[in-house]
């Protein structure tokens, strides 16, 4: 996408949430919702509104995990790593994910992403994750096929 349409679309974004208490969060997810990750031509428009530094923005985008700075896969895996799931087995978890998607945590590719979050909130379930937006806990080798054999379909 040009700069020129992002900038057009920044504009928007930004009068939408025009007089909102706290506006950097909503103003970064709308962003995120229309360009599928946060463009680096959006930090300028953002901090001038909001008059913050580029630097205050890309501080912010880089503390919450859910902003993107590279398109996600079609699929989000998101792999928990807190302390709970690593003691249900976490690694050997995570250790099936990898091999079955040819992927590494925090890489991505069209079909898939995969992430590490630190709690899903299923810790009596461990190892858990989340599969676009679905929680699974309990992560077996025959749910990490599954999962597996679904996003690469």
């Known amino acids: 996408m040009s700069e020129a349409a992002i900038a057009e ?3 928007a974004i930004l009068t939408a949430h025009q007089g909102l208490e706290g506006p950097l969060l909503p103003i970064l997810h709308a962003v995120q919702a229309e360009f599928g990750l946060i463009p680096a031509a959006a930090v300028a428009p953002i901090a001038k509104a909001l008059a913050l530094t580029g630097a205050e923005v890309e501080g912010v985008i ?3 995990h859910d902003f993107r700075r590279t ?3 079609r699929h989000t895996i998101k792999l928990c790593r807190a302390e709970a799931c690593q ?3 976490g690694d050997q978890a995570l250790a099936r994910i990898e ?3 040819g992927l590494k945590l925090g890489e991505s590719r069209a079909d898939v992403t995969l992430e590490a979050v630190y709690c899903l909130g299923l810790c009596a379930c461990g190892p858990a ?3 676009d937006g679905q929680p699974i806990g309990r992560l077996d ?3 990490v096929a ?3 054999a679904e996003v690469l379909s």
């Open 9 to 11: 679309r920044m504009d």
């Open 62 to 64: 880089s503390f919450y």
């Open 71 to 73: 398109p996600a896969g």
């Open 87 to 89: 003691a249900m087995g």
């Open 99 to 101: 091999a079955a998607l």
């Open 129 to 131: 994750a989340q599969v």
């Open 141 to 143: 080798a025959a749910k």
């Open 146 to 148: 599954a999962i597996a």
